[in-house]
């Protein structure tokens, strides 16, 4: 069983940034890919950015330009620096980490825009 730790919501003005860790451990099984998704309220959880073990990485068209995903292998942890936020970013923000057995969640962890 993998346990994902979150950290780094809370609450921005518009244009502020912030910084999302996961940091996961007991992971047994390879890892295929790790990344964070995001649900505002009364929408449907979407994709936010994603990177693959071969360093593929995908962002969300509404967020290029602006959040970066990293990761860092010895830490078992992966990053989303997000710069330039709006208020339509506003969500909970949850870790996703997917092996070669399951996929795993985060707990999420709540990012606020607004002024």
């Known amino acids: 069983q993998v346990q994902l730790v979150e950290s780094g919501g809370g609450l921005v003005q518009p244009g502020g940034s912030l910084r999302l860790s996961c940091a996961a451990s007991?992971?047994?099984?390879?890892?295929?890919?790790m990344g964070w998704y995001r649900q505002a309220p009364g929408k449907e959880r979407e994709l936010v950015a994603i990177?693959?073990?071969?360093?593929?990485?995908n962002y969300a068209d509404s967020v290029k330009g602006r959040f970066s995903i990293s990761r860092d292998n010895a830490k078992n942890t992966v990053y989303l620096q997000m710069n330039s936020l709006e208020p339509e970013d506003t969500a909970v923000y949850y870790c996703y980490w997917e092996t070669s057995f399951a996929t795993y969640w985060g707990q999420g962890t709540q990012v606020t825009v607004s002024s």
């Open positions: 007991g992971s047994r099984f390879s890892i295929n890919a």
């Open positions: 990177i693959t073990k071969n360093d593929n990485i």
